[in-house]
């Protein structure tokens, strides 16, 4: 019965070093719980875990904004597609206007492009020509 209960404590001594990385010792009547247990390990994996949150977030939305502008780009034709070819260098972001006032931007570069204000006006000079 004694060769069987060193053989528990031998195999729970194994375990504690294997799992908890803590040996237990020979002396069981002074058993001592580790300072690090299994659970604040566990807790620690969490943390670090809810830590990556930010920057994975960050990068899959980085990863969309480029999605976003080569669907975009796929749909240009004639001009619009030249367009891009020469601007494309210089788009970093689908749109987020606080990076660098937005000039780095899909969005504002192509408003900037396509609805300038030269244009506008153009556009409205031939709406009241048409009326």
């Known amino acids: 019965m004694a060769a069987e209960r060193n053989y528990i404590r031998e195999d729970l001594r194994t ?17 001592v719980p580790p300072a690090d247990t299994i659970f604040g390990r566990i807790n ?13 977030n960050r990068a899959a939305k980085g990863a ?4 976003k502008i080569r669907k975009a780009a796929a749909c240009m034709r004639g001009e619009a597609a030249d367009w891009y070819e020469n601007k494309r260098g210089e788009i970093q972001r689908w ?3 606080t990076h660098n006032h937005g000039n780095n931007n899909f969005t504002k ?6 609805a300038s204000d030269i244009r506008k006006n153009q556009w409205i000079r031939e709406l009241q020509t048409i009326r």
């Open 95 to 97: 749109e987020e206007d």
């Open 109 to 114: 570069i192509l408003k900037d492009h396509y």
């Open 15 to 31: 375990f504690g070093n294997i799992m908890l990385g803590h040996d237990i010792g020979n002396d069981w009547n002074a058993l």
């Open 44 to 56: 620690q994996v969490e943390t670090r875990v809810g830590n990556l949150a930010g920057p994975v």
């Open 64 to 67: 969309n904004q480029i999605d």
